[in-house]
């Protein structure tokens, strides 16, 4: 094999790699359509919900009215608006970690497997004499493939930490809307009563 074949063989190696570039950018492109999309979306449901609100106080006859249109059950209302939007956002960003994560995995055994094959015919048309630089050079390759692994490992602890992170921002928010809830209950009671 001479020169030109090595080469092309890196080029092939370089190609699989733009493609794997290629398509973590086209799907990084399409998580952020989809969380646009979901901004859009809740931004314009409380928009119509702010404006149905203010349309029904501005509209009361009396104080007993507008309290009763700013009860616990319109905050409820908006924190489950919340909570939903919450966990939509977390789908997007869960299913985008995983495909991102499904591109790494396979682009590094892409680049391992090419990286095998291009070792494996410098190795076998090495002229001889070159048992001390091939050496080197096996130990090198090695090296490098323990940085992939690496990659590897690292790239999986990320996408567990994000994904147990939007877990517990799911479950904050969930919280924050139970205590309101349990807090304003009460008080909406005392009300009725009186």
Same mark, same amino acid.
């Given at each position: ?14 190609? !699989?790699?733009? @493609?794997?570039?290629?398509?973590? &950018?086209?799907? *990084? /492109?399409? +998580? =952020? #359509? !989809?969380?646009? @999309?979901?901004?859009?979306?809740? &931004?314009?449901? *409380? /928009?119509? +919900? =702010? #404006? ?143």
């Amino acid at each position: 094999m001479n020169q030109d074949q090595i080469t092309a063989k890196l080029s092939q190696i370089n190609s !699989k790699g733009f @493609e794997a570039s290629f398509s973590l &950018s086209e799907a *990084a /492109l399409e +998580n =952020a #359509q !989809k969380l646009a @999309e979901l901004n859009y979306a809740a &931004s314009k449901d *409380a /928009l119509v +919900n =702010a #404006q149905d609100g203010i349309q029904q106080v501005l509209t009361a006859k009396d104080p007993k009215q507008v309290t009763e249109i700013l009860s616990a059950d319109a905050f409820q209302a908006a924190g489950s608006q919340a909570a939903a939007y919450q966990k939509k956002v977390t789908k997007v960003l869960r299913d985008g970690s995983k495909e991102f994560a499904n591109v790494v995995e396979s682009s590094i055994d892409q680049l391992q497997d090419g990286f095998q094959d291009w070792i494996n015919t410098v190795v076998a048309n090495a002229p001889a004499g070159s048992d001390a630089f091939i050496s080197s050079f096996k130990t090198a390759y090695g090296s490098a493939l323990q940085g992939f692994e690496q990659f590897r490992a690292a790239s999986k602890e990320a996408f567990a930490t994000a994904e147990k992170t939007a877990d517990q921002a799911v479950d904050a928010v969930q919280g924050q809307i139970a205590q309101v809830k349990k807090a304003a209950t009460p008080a909406s009671r005392g009300r009725k009563a009186a």
